[in-house]
């Protein structure tokens, strides 16, 4: 795991905060609290998965996308990529 070194002095033990990396580069400066590392995670996954659906809204879709959940220290504890979150399957009809 690597460490970023944008964290927030503010942040409380339980925060976490998402760095969103795609054509934009989005940095979460606020955080938020979890209860753990896994509720972080969790909601990591329904923001990916969001940002997916409308990506392929506006007609594309690109897999290596990624959310990472930083703690408080700005350490990145997890990474969600698009492509780990989003099911893509090519099905012939019967």
Known sequence: MR???YAPEQWKP???CFYLFNDEGIRDLEGAQFANVSAAVTA???MARGMAAESVR???LILHH???VADELGKTVE???YRDVVEIQD???P
Request: proline content about 0%; overall charge neutral; hydrophobic content about 25%.
């Open 91 to 93: 099905r012939q009809d």
């Open 44 to 46: 990591a996954e329904r």
């Open 58 to 60: 506006q007609g594309h």
């Open 3 to 5: 460490s970023v070194d």
């Open 79 to 81: 990474t969600v990529r």
């Open 66 to 68: 990624r959310i990472d």
């Open 14 to 16: 339980g925060s976490f």
